[in-house]
Each structure stands twice: as structure tokens, then as C-alpha cells.
Nanobody, 126 residues
Framework: EVQVVESGGGWVQPGGSLTLSCAAS????????IAWFRQPPGKGLEGVSC????????DYADSVKGRFTITRDNTNGTVYLQMNSLTPDDTAIYYC???????????????????WGQGTQVTVSS
């Protein structure tokens, strides 16, 4: 059984930083795609970033390029999303999603991911 577990959300002031973690387990292969999505209050899901060990791709939404960094600890497969220079527009529930198939240019399409975490709240305010 595949499980996806996020952690690391919380409250931060504008300009601050947070790091989210995502641990996926139960895949038959060590290679899969892990993506971060977010849902701001009253809005739909938005793809934030994706790291795929299937094809080596790393992708970011334009809104977070230069501020967010996605990395993977290869010793245990945990994926991290380092978020810097946070603004109130980054306030959202952040979800981690995983899938064993490559996404390429469709990494930001939430319906392509079969396995999801429970979500973690990130609030940026003064």
C-alpha cells in the first residue's frame, strides 16, 4: 500500500522561510515522481514543484521560481520543499502527491497523480 505523508507546515511572517517534507512509501520501485500542490483559500489546486527520479526532471511553477527549492534525500527518499521569501500569496494548504509514471510537461496536472498526502497548512501573515 502506497502512503504519502507531509509535514512541516505552520505560520511564518512575510519574508520568512519554511521547509516541507514528504515521505512516500510502498512503491515497488525507487523511482517515482513527487510533486507539491497547493490550494489557496477559495481557489483551486496549483502545481508548485515536481521532482522525478524516473526521468531526472525538476520543475517549478513560475510563481515560485527563485524562491522555492525541491530536493530529495536519496538515503531515505524524503523530498523537501524549501520555501524562502514567503509572501501572503503563498498561504495555502500544501499537498504532496506521488506517482510511479513520468509526468514531463504535465507535472502540474493534479489528476495525473494517484497518491496524495493529507495536506499541511502554510500561513504567511504579519
Amino acid at each position: 500500500e502506497v502512503q504519502v505523508v507531509e509535514s512541516g507546515g505552520g505560520w511564518v511572517q512575510p519574508g520568512g522561510s519554511l521547509t516541507l517534507s514528504c515521505a512516500a512509501s510502498g512503491f515497488t520501485s525507487d523511482d517515482y515522481a513527487i510533486a507539491w500542490f497547493r490550494q489557496p483559500p477559495g481557489k483551486g489546486l496549483e502545481g508548485v514543484s515536481c521532482l522525478s527520479t524516473i526521468d531526472g526532471r525538476i520543475d517549478y511553477a513560475d510563481s515560485v521560481k527563485g524562491r522555492f527549492t525541491i530536493t530529495r534525500d536519496n538515503t531515505n527518499g524524503t523530498v523537501y520543499l524549501q520555501m524562502n521569501s514567503l509572501t501572503p500569496d503563498d498561504t495555502a494548504i500544501y499537498y504532496c502527491a506521488a506517482d510511479p509514471l513520468p509526468k514531463e510537461h504535465g507535472w502540474h496536472l493534479y489528476h495525473l497523480y494517484d497518491y496524495w498526502g493529507q495536506g499541511t497548512q502554510v500561513t504567511v501573515s504579519s
